[in-house]
């Protein structure tokens, strides 16, 4: 993958500078009391600004031999593949939006059976260890640590989870 | 005293006990090597269990496993480049830059041994100094902090790697990320879009999850990447050769030792601050400072120290005022309340032999990491032998789970989704990422800090320079600030000597 | 076994129902038939977690059901709040109800009275007036005094953020006494121990927070309490006076703690559950789990908690309504 190109990251810095300022500048004041003149804005503004130099500056400066950079690294990366990272995000997102009302295990299962055939197991041995990860992770979690894991569609079995 | 001292021996040392910080000690070790999980959350975790405990056990429990935590916070940072605890986050590079060099013996041995000398040292020092130390710690109100928080944004600037511009952006952006949520000061939410599940602001363990783990595994599926190839398969023995490279790096170790428990002494600043600091400390007086981020030695025997003896120091405002050094002895202090011993400067009369578990169970726990630590570290070779391609989705789920169990909201497993899609990005354009996480662990602390001490001095900054401490810890802020421009000086002075 | 098998059966009824079919008047008839989640709005091992989990133990052993705690402390605990009254109305998600009239005037969030059916009250702090050892204020009326004559004078800590429990009172006191509230030196700050100490490193000249947190530093003869804004001096140091007896007339409030639940909870629901609630509030653990610690038993039962609820509502917009100088 091409590197990000330093002068248009300096000019999304220098947007997003300005953004983050404009945004704590229309931040109201302290609602009661504080007798100072450094409201909410004040810090965030600050930082806003900083941003926003070390943006121009970036952007005029342009690329620099990056001293760091690995270029055997960059060259085995290759171009990047967009459908696994995708799913990666998609299954993160259907955890926040999902797991209350499906539940812990029947969503941690599904994930790992998909990513893990992404990875190029066979279903059956993926649907296995799945199954084993997933109560592991529950029982641990839920029962040993109290944290309260969902338990979803399998509420009505709750007495025994 | 002896009776005290014998009975609290007779009490640690029963089945009981030794079975308790025996099982707290496995669970502090597989917490904190979960990428994300901190000690922290290992000790908030220990709460219901230890709600029937006698006081020894429950805080026996909560010192071991907030101890292992901070060691196992450099497993998964050594061998997969996910630092498992925040305090791990200052020197991830050096650690796996040595797996890379086929290495990763040699950096778990540095990290485990010092973890565990640090750890006795902070002990140590808490057994012998507690009331005086704790006195000098109530000394510092908002002007002190807001220096030594100033003085640790400063050291930021020697951990950075590469263009220093990035290193600004990566520090603003952080310091930006930290502002999100209800302002402490003013009480407005900044920064929300109206969103609820902001209002509370972005948690920590989740923001270090994304950026580190979840970016992680975008990268691995992105491009299966050869970055994490680990090219060694077998772990060779962890303690082999560590007694010549303790021996080298004493220098790096005391220091560590020293301003890892004098950090955790001061509350509010704990162990990922201490790393921080310790590990610039020791950048900035190496021979070597070029090897700091490519896998130094010296760096991670100072900073793998400092953070084990901040988890002890912070005991010593905690056990002596009842004031929290961070945020794991908060949750004691709440605990050993509970138990209705009440820390304050009685509690030695009060509660001796109690006090002196605390101690001697922090003996116990640093001694018991040398070899768990070490198990914990063979079984770590699963990780080396694992195909990546089976890792990666269970890391996956410990991930949203861990997330999920910071604040019990699945919003925050959002953020770590987030946050690991920005993590992904800045990494493709060259930003660090370690000066974005301490902006977002100093932030809060930095602004809050000016402006009470801004509405105390009524707006006046003579009063940022008026008290001692205040003003020590500003003259060493701002002499750093100069030094580049006295040596640019000094050199300019050389060369036209010349 | 009946209990699993009936459970089974249940389900296996449920499953052809979509699973959902479950009405609320069976529901309630029997609660609690499964866990009953309680909601804290404050993180593991602080007060409130304390008393919460104290209680859930209760009615844990009273009831034979697991009362699961769960610590949503974000955002001073909105999102806790945020999680239990936006819950079903069916009595199996509870939560902590303590001071929140102030998120809705500070624009944090908009919860009214209406947003909860206040349970019961089982505890109540009262705030307190704290300053350095050897500081010039030795009670009430010399405070009131300086505040008159200067209401910047002193700096005063809130005790955590400001606008809510410890300082609410307080001002309140100060408005009555005649005292120019807009101008007063509040200072905010994390948390009752940070607020200490400032208080010790001479940083603040007065603390606002409850007695235990300060036994500490009291015992260290770092700190000293001027007076307790109860009615009667209190059992875990009956040496700190009244402001009532220093000030002639009652200044009383704090912080306190209640169960709540969503809004239009079935009433009988509200009875059985206040009615266990009472029960474990009664029994003799409670009691002494909470003296341990010194935290207060005050018992309110639904109707009296809320009305309470009314008249905080009304005493905090009072009060931040005069902060603002409104």
């Known amino acids: ?161 | 005293m002896m009776v005290h001292i014998l009975s609290a021996a007779s009490e640690l040392f029963s089945p009981y006990v030794m079975a308790v910080i025996f099982g707290s000690a496995v669970f502090g070790l597989f917490i904190g090597a979960i990428p994300g999980l901190t000690a922290t959350m290992a000790t908030a975790l220990l709460v219901p269990i230890t709600f029937y405990m006698d006081p020894v056990p429950a805080v026996a429990a909560m010192v071991t496993a907030s101890a292992m935590a901070m060691f196992a916070g450099d497993i998964p940072s050594a061998l997969l480049r996910m630092p498992g605890t925040p305090a791990s986050a200052a020197y991830t590079d050096d650690a796996f830059a040595l797996t890379k060099k086929g290495m990763a013996h040699v950096s778990l041995g540095i990290c485990l041994l010092t973890s565990a000398i640090g750890g006795i040292f902070g002990a140590l020092v808490l057994s012998a100094f507690a009331p005086p130390l704790a006195s000098l710690a109530l000394k510092f109100s908002s002007f002190e902090y807001f220096w030594l928080c100033l003085l640790g944004l400063t050291t930021s600037a020697f951990i950075m790697q590469g263009s220093p511009i990035k290193g600004i952006i990566s520090l603003s952006l952080g310091l930006f990320v930290s502002t999100i949520g209800i302002d402490p000061v003013s009480g407005v939410p900044r920064f929300t879009f109206g969103a609820p599940s902001l209002i509370g602001g972005v948690s920590l363990v989740p923001v270090m999850i994304g950026v580190f783990a979840v970016a992680e595994i975008l990268r691995f599926y992105a491009h299966r990447n050869p970055k994490l190839a680990l090219e060694q398969v077998e772990l060779k023995g962890v303690f082999t050769g560590q007694g010549r490279i303790l021996w080298r790096e004493r220098k790096a170790i005391a220091q560590g030792n020293v301003l890892g428990t004098l950090i955790g002494i001061v509350p509010g600043a704990g162990a990922d601050i201490a790393a921080w600091i310790s590990y610039s400390v020791a950048k900035k007086f190496s021979r070597k400072p070029e090897e700091y981020g490519r896998g130094s030695e010296e760096g991670l025997a100072a900073a793998g120290a400092a953070n084990n003896a901040a988890v002890s120091g912070a005991y010593i405002p905690a056990l002596v005022f009842g004031i929290p050094g961070d945020a794991i002895t908060a949750i004691v202090i709440g605990v050993l309340f509970m138990k209705g011993v009440n820390p304050g400067p009685t509690i030695f009369l009060n509660n001796p032999s109690t006090v002196y578990g605390i101690f001697m169970a922090f003996l116990v726990a640093n001694l018991l990491m040398i070899p768990l630590g070490w198990v914990a570290i063979r079984c770590g070779r699963v990780i080396l032998k694992a195909r990546l391609s089976i890792l990666m989705p269970i890391i996956l789920v410990f991930c949203m789970v861990g997330s999920f169990a910071v604040d019990n909201t699945v919003a925050a497993v959002g953020v770590a989704l987030a946050f690991g899609v920005i993590g992904y990005f800045m990494e493709e354009a060259g930003i660090p990422i370690a000066p974005f996480v301490l902006g977002i662990v100093l932030g809060p602390l930095v602004e809050q800090n000016f402006l009470t001490s801004m509405m105390k001095s009524g707006g006046s900054f003579v009063a940022f320079f008026d008290r001692p401490i205040a003003a020590g810890l500003a003259l060493v802020t701002i002499m750093i600030w100069l030094s580049p421009l006295l040596a640019f000086w000094r050199r300019r002075k050389l060369v036209d000597q010349a | 076994m009946t209990d699993r098998t009936r459970t089974f059966s249940r389900y296996a009824a449920g499953f052809l129902m979509a699973g959902s079919l479950l009405s609320a008047s069976a529901a309630m008839a029997e609660w609690p038939e499964r866990p009953v989640t309680l909601v804290v709005v404050a993180g593991a091992g602080g007060g409130s977690d304390y008393t919460m989990r104290l209680l859930g133990a209760e009615l844990e052993a009273a009831l034979g059901k697991p009362f699961t705690i769960v610590n949503q402390a974000q955002a001073s605990g909105i999102v806790g709040y945020t999680t239990y009254t936006s819950a079903a109305a069916d009595g199996y998600t509870l939560g902590q109800l303590s001071p929140i009239a102030q998120f809705k005037l500070l624009g944090q969030a908009n919860f009214t009275p209406d947003n909860f059916t206040a349970i019961a009250q089982f505890n109540a702090d009262p705030s307190a007036i704290h300053v350095a050892k050897d500081s010039e204020i030795t009670d009430m009326k010399a405070l009131v005094e300086i505040l008159k004559a200067d209401p910047g004078k002193l700096k005063i800590s809130c005790g955590g953020s400001c606008n809510a429990s410890w300082d609410i009172p307080f001002v309140s006191m100060l408005l009555d006494q005649g005292v120019d509230v807009t101008k007063l030196n509040l200072i905010p700050g994390p948390g009752s121990a940070a607020a200490l100490q400032e208080l010790a490193a001479g940083g603040v000249d007065v603390v606002l927070c409850s007695i235990p947190e300060t036994t500490a530093l009291a015992e260290a003869g770092i700190v000293r309490s001027v007076a307790v804004m109860s009615e009667e001096r209190i059992a875990i140091d009956d040496s700190i006076p009244t402001v009532k007896e220093q000030l002639g007339k009652a200044y009383v409030g704090g912080t306190w703690r209640g169960i709540g639940g969503p809004a239009n909870m079935d009433p009988a629901l509200v009875t059985k559950i206040e009615g266990a609630i009472k029960q474990a509030v009664e029994s003799e653990k409670f009691k002494t789990g909470m003296e341990a610690r010194g935290f207060g038993v005050a018992w309110l039962d639904h109707a009296a908690f809320t009305a309470f609820l009314d008249s905080h509502f009304e005493e905090t917009t009072k009060v931040i309504n005069a902060l603002k100088g409104q």
Do not use: N
């Not at chain 1, 810095?13 to 609602?31: C, D, E, F, K, Q």
């Open chain 1, 1 to 161: 993958m091409v590197k990000f190109h330093d002068r248009h990251l300096g000019v999304v810095m220098v947007v997003l500078g300005a953004a983050i300022t404009g945004l704590a500048m229309v931040l109201p004041g302290p609602i009661t009391g504080a007798h100072i003149a450094y409201g909410p804005g004040f810090f965030p503004s600050l930082l806003g600004v900083a941003t926003m130099l070390a943006g121009l500056a970036l952007a005029i400066r342009g690329p620099q031999a990056d001293t760091d950079s690995d270029a055997s690294d960059a060259e085995a990366k290759g171009r990047p593949r967009f459908v696994a990272p995708l799913l990666v995000l998609g299954s993160m997102l259907a955890y926040v939006y999902l797991s209350d009302t499906v539940g812990f295990l029947p969503i941690s299962l599904v994930i790992l059976v998909v990513l893990l055939m992404v990875g190029g197991m066979r279903f059956v041995s993926a649907l296995l260890l799945s199954l084993a990860t997933s109560i592991t992770i529950y029982l641990l979690f839920s029962k040993v640590l109290m944290v309260p894991l969902p338990r979803g569609l399998l509420q009505p079995w709750a007495i025994w989870l």
